[in-house]
């Protein structure tokens, strides 16, 4: 192995992904949103689970309830989010995106796509299909531990 880490496969992965969150989470950070990193998260999760629990969301981001409630409180302040009493159980808080979270999630995929296209800028349509595979197999190496 080299000083660089050039060849290490896992190592390469995470800097490619730690350069993708960066460049996407740039242009919310510094325009008129102000959304961090992890509000990012937030977003993303709710758009694919709508009305999760605030226990879910704790659970996937691998948060205390202190520092859930903090986190969600901020996007509540920023209209970002809503949350109402589930209507069985009133101590579960549901989760869902204002129209303007919404509209920034959508902002994300779209940077999230354009990054991709870079990302994969020069490599053809079997080249990205062979890259899916392999990274797939990867992936599934850790489903099976």
Same mark, same amino acid.
């Given at each position: 192995?080299?000083?660089?880490?050039?060849?290490?496969?896992?190592?390469?992965?995470?800097?490619?992904?730690?350069?993708?969150?960066?460049?996407?989470?740039?242009?919310?950070?510094?325009?008129?949103?102000?959304? !961090?990193?992890?509000?990012?998260?937030?977003?993303?999760?709710?758009?694919?689970?709508? $009305?999760?629990?605030? $226990?879910?969301?704790?659970?996937?981001?691998?948060?205390?309830?202190?520092?859930?409630?903090?986190?969600?409180? $901020?996007?509540?302040?920023?209209?970002?989010?809503?949350?109402?009493?589930?209507?069985? *159980?009133?101590?579960?808080?549901?989760? !869902?995106? !204002?129209?303007?979270?919404?509209?920034?999630? !959508?902002?994300?995929?779209?940077?999230?796509?354009?990054?991709?296209?870079?990302?994969?800028? $020069?490599?053809?349509?079997?080249?990205?299909?062979?890259?899916?595979?392999?990274?797939?197999?990867?992936? *599934?190496?850790?489903?099976?531990?």
């Amino acid at each position: 192995m080299t000083n660089s880490h050039n060849d290490d496969v896992m190592w390469l992965m995470h800097m490619i992904m730690h350069r993708y969150r960066a460049r996407q989470f740039e242009q919310l950070r510094d325009g008129p949103y102000n959304i !961090t990193h992890m509000d990012g998260k937030v977003l993303a999760y709710l758009g694919r689970n709508p $009305g999760a629990s605030q $226990g879910d969301l704790a659970r996937f981001m691998e948060r205390d309830k202190a520092q859930m409630a903090r986190l969600i409180k $901020g996007l509540r302040d920023k209209d970002l989010l809503s949350s109402e009493p589930d209507a069985d *159980d009133r101590r579960i808080v549901r989760l !869902t995106l !204002t129209a303007r979270g919404a509209g920034i999630k !959508t902002e994300m995929q779209q940077q999230g796509k354009h990054l991709s296209q870079l990302a994969l800028n $020069g490599l053809n349509v079997e080249e990205q299909q062979q890259l899916l595979a392999l990274v797939r197999r990867v992936y *599934d190496n850790f489903e099976q531990v």
